[in-house]
């Protein structure tokens, strides 16, 4: 009914920067939230951000200052800009999004996932 295919990722040196970005697509009438999470190695998924159709977000305490998340509304597409990148950002990285395919049906849908590697 709906699906999120993602794009960015890759290989950086600390400090560097990654932007990601996740397009969704299908039968949708409205999506709320989209965010982005994230899994390294042997640990839980976890929040990294979150965004609101209204603009409101949510951060990790480990990303406040470095990662910076928005949305285009018009394209229902969620971006994920990353500045000062460090190793310990290594991990899968998910976009996730709650998207009402009807007036009175909705579900929670996940990405592939994209690597993010983070070298020091």
């Known amino acids: 009914q709906a699906q999120l295919v993602e794009s960015g990722g890759g290989l950086v040196q600390a400090g560097g920067s990654l932007r990601l970005s996740c397009a969704a697509s299908?039968?949708?009438?409205?999506?709320?939230?989209m965010g982005w999470y994230r899994q390294a190695p042997g640990k839980q998924r976890e929040l990294v951000a979150a965004?609101?159709?209204?603009?409101?977000?949510n951060y990790a305490d480990s990303v406040k200052g470095r990662f910076t998340i928005s949305r285009d509304n018009a394209k229902n597409t969620v971006y994920l800009q990353m500045n000062s990148l460090k190793p310990e950002d290594t991990a899968v990285y998910f976009c996730?999004?709650?998207?009402?395919?009807?007036?009175?049906?909705?579900?929670?849908?996940w990405g592939q996932g994209t690597q993010v590697t983070v070298s020091s």
């Open positions: 996730n999004a709650g998207i009402w395919v009807q007036r009175n049906t909705y579900y929670n849908y």
């Open positions: 299908g039968n949708i009438f409205s999506i709320e939230p």
């Open positions: 965004i609101t159709s209204g603009g409101d977000t």
